[in-house]
């Protein structure tokens, strides 16, 4: 709901920083990275799930909602891209990656206090 509710928010309405950088990308990329965290820890909560299940599931929904929001945006004020959903897309692989990553780490660090 939140993701959809920033994709109607007119361009002219959102605040020019001044800078080089692509700030439309990366909040792309941070959205999508926060959606695939809470996705994930909501899923995994639920202890019915084994976690490469999980990882793939918040994946392809990142890939899906990042479709679909691209796709709301043609009937806003708003211009959909490949771009921003390629920004979408990579905001979720990369936070399913450091979730692996430190589970990984987690895992090597109780089987040393064992």
Known sequence: MIIFSLSSIPPK?????????P?????HFI?????????????HSLN??????IIIIAI???????ALDESYQSL???NPSIYDWLADVIGVVICMTLIILY????????????
């Open 60 to 66: 392809f929904s990142g890939i899906i909602l990042g």
């Open 48 to 53: 019915r799930l084994r976690i490469w299940q």
């Open 103 to 114: 589970m990984r780490v987690a895992v090597k660090e109780k089987t040393k206090e064992q």
């Open 13 to 21: 309405s959102i605040p020019d920083i001044g800078t080089e950088l």
């Open 23 to 27: 700030i439309d990308k990366v909040v």
């Open 31 to 43: 959205e999508y990275g926060i959606f695939g965290f809470l996705l994930f820890k909501s899923l």
């Open 76 to 78: 806003t004020k708003r």
